[in-house]
């Protein structure tokens, strides 16, 4: 099974994938980048634009997983007090063209936004939504919701000890070292990004059952 993961960030999703699958994964940023090689050595990494890589390598693979940023679309857009942004199209872009153009399996991921989707997802498991060509999704997995020992939930937290708190949770290996995403100075990002890993598995499992 050739994989592409895109926008891989740290491998959240891609973690409990089998050993097998001879897996690519494409995210923009260099330490991001090197944080992923090193927990998965045998995987390729390029470090790179993930929506341009898709467009010139789609044909490569098997199996596509894309998760394109999320901030524009989510809910927490309409309550940052920061500028408003137009919500980020190249989520729709990669839908209508993997649904139209790749022949084989495919996977996008996003979160719930704060309006009525302009393609309606294939399944919402937790808090994602999914679309998909897979046929069996099952929409009631529950993803265990994350609480910091101090009583911060996800959203709310950012400082290295509910970081650690939250690497558990996700069950990953902690990070080396703390990893700044471009514009944030908050450590939780990186994490917060994931997809769980047992979703991760869960949605892609009839290729592997």
């Not at 199996?63 to 190249?90: E, F, G, N, Q, V």
């Not at 009525?116 to 937790?126: C, G, M």
């Amino acid at each position: 099974m050739r994989v592409l993961n895109l926008y891989a960030g740290i491998g959240g999703n891609r973690h409990l994938w089998p050993s097998s699958w001879i897996i690519t994964a494409v995210e923009i940023s260099h330490k991001v980048c090197m944080e992923y090689k090193r927990r998965y050595p045998g995987d390729t990494v390029v470090c790179g634009d993930a929506h341009k890589y898709l467009l010139e390598n789609y044909q490569d693979f098997d199996l596509i997983w894309t998760s394109p940023p999320c901030p524009t679309h989510s809910k927490t857009a309409l309550w940052t007090r920061h500028k408003k942004r137009y919500p980020d199209m190249t989520l729709y872009q990669e839908i209508i063209f993997l649904s139209h153009v790749f022949k084989g399996k495919w996977v996008v991921e996003n979160v719930k936004p704060y309006y009525t989707p302009l393609i309606e997802p294939t399944a919402v498991v937790s808090r994602h939504y999914f679309w998909s060509n897979l046929d069996s999704i099952e929409e009631d997995f529950k993803v265990p919701t994350f609480k910091a020992s101090d009583g911060k939930f996800a959203i709310q937290a950012g400082n290295t000890k509910t970081m650690k708190e939250m690497m558990e949770w996700l069950g990953l290996p902690p990070l080396e070292n703390n990893i700044y995403l471009q514009g944030s100075h908050d450590p939780m990002k990186v994490a917060r990004n994931c997809v769980h890993p047992t979703l991760g598995l869960h949605i892609v499992k009839e290729l592997i059952e």
